[in-house]
Nanobody
Framework: QVNLAESGGDSVQAGGSLRLSCTASGIGTRRLYMAWFRRAPGKEREAVAGIDLGGRTSYAGSVKGRVTCSKDNAENTLYLQMNTLQTEDSAIYYC???????????????????WGQGTQVIVSA
């Protein structure tokens, strides 16, 4: 059974930083295309960042330059380093994964078969 467990969510002031983690169990992250999504209150779930099996990353335009997605296969953990946080970044952040080796539509929630329960990020002005 594959499980994804996020952690690291917190309440911070605008301009601050957070690092989110997502630890996988039941499968090695080296076999996974992984991504971060988020859902703000009243909004649809949206893609934040994705990382393929080779470590190549993709970012949503709204976060590009402020976040870094990385994966430590030895620790079986996905990370999202977020800097210069803005109030608009407040959301529940979800980790997602798939065993597909090619994910052309990385922003599409339907590409992923494994999801974590989410971790909440609150950014105050």
């Amino acid at each position: 059974q594959v499980n994804l467990a996020e952690s690291g969510g917190d309440s911070v002031q605008a301009g601050g930083s957070l690092r989110l983690s997502c630890t996988a169990s039941g499968i090695g992250t080296r076999r996974l295309y992984m991504a971060w999504f988020r859902r703000a209150p009243g909004k649809e779930r949206e893609a934040v960042a994705g990382i393929d099996l080779g470590g190549r990353t993709s970012y949503a335009g709204s976060v590009k330059g402020r976040v870094t997605c990385s994966k430590d296969n030895a620790e079986n953990t996905l990370y999202l380093q977020m800097n210069t946080l803005q109030t608009e970044d407040s959301a529940i952040y979800y980790c997602a994964a798939t065993t597909k080796t090619w994910v052309p539509g990385w922003t599409d929630v339907n590409e992923y078969i494994y999801w974590g329960q989410g971790t909440q990020v609150i950014v105050s002005a």
